[in-house]
Antibody, heavy 120, light 106 residues
Framework: QVQLQESGPGLVKPSETLSLTCNVS??????????WSWIRQSPGKGLEWIGN???????FYKPSLKSRVTMSVDTPRNQFSLKLSSVTVADTAVYYC????????????WGQGILVTVSA | DIQMTQSPSTLSASVGDRVTIACRAS??????VAWYQHKPGKAPKLLIY???IVASGVTSRFSGSGSGTEFTLTISSLQPDDFATYYC????????FGQGTKVEVK
């Protein structure tokens, strides 16, 4: 079955770059109909979509985060990644990776999430 | 941007109860709504998409309805495994989530 698993540092210093990887199993990341997404949830707040990336390299980001976000796909490793630069304490959140379904921008499969804390 | 408002924020219920969660959009989103179940430390699970289509593998206890700006998720007979937080999401022109409804033991 399709499984996603986030990995990366749980602690990042302010002004540095947050880097996370999502390992996908049970489904080829190069499947042309699917985009791969990052979503986060800050403490006490709701879910926030960050962006989508396609194995071709096409990517779409939330406008308010666009200047700081880069997403990419590593097809041979069946992984995709998130980089968020110039982080502040406001970027502290649980980060989820997910598979966006081809029939609409909803998410059929999610990882269990990884807590990233921004602190000096 | 579209705002999605869920009610109630917390719902206390017993096993066997019929449970209804509401989600209101700040503007018409046709039927572009999905619902998710989320348990602590677990991956969120897709329950419903296009407002009323039950996702593959999801029990028929869950159903969704609505169009335009008003949507509901219904659990026909609450089971112990259903205590969780539920989120609605729109995927019309904008992508936004509701703030969640926690279903807890009464």
């Amino acid at each position: 079955q399709v499984q996603l698993q986030e990995s990366g540092p749980g602690l990042v210093k302010p002004s540095e770059t947050l880097s996370l990887t999502c390992n996908v199993s049970g489904w080829p990341i190069s499947s042309s109909d699917y985009y791969w997404s990052w979503i986060r949830q800050s403490p006490g707040k709701g879910l926030e979509w960050i962006g989508n990336v396609h194995y071709s390299g096409a990517a779409f980001y939330k406008p308010s985060l666009k200047s700081r976000v880069t997403m990419s796909v590593d097809t041979p490793r069946n992984q995709f990644s998130l980089k968020l630069s110039s982080v502040t304490v406001a970027d502290t959140a649980v980060y989820y990776c997910a598979r966006r379904e081809p029939s609409g921008s909803y998410f059929g499969y999610w990882g269990q999430g990884i807590l990233v804390t921004v602190s000096a | 941007d579209i705002q999605m408002t869920q009610s109630p924020s917390t719902l206390s219920a017993s096993v066997g109860d019929r449970v209804t969660i509401a989600c209101r959009a700040s503007q018409s989103i046709h039927e572009w709504v999905a619902w998710y179940q989320h348990k602590p430390g677990k991956a969120p699970k897709l329950l419903i998409y296009e407002a009323s289509i039950v996702a593959s593998g999801v029990t028929s206890r869950f159903s969704g309805s609505g169009s335009g700006t008003e949507f509901t998720l219904t659990i026909s007979s609450l089971q112990p495994d259903d205590f969780a937080t539920y989120y609605c999401q729109t995927y019309d022109t904008y992508l936004a989530f509701g703030q969640g409804t926690k279903v807890e033991v009464k």
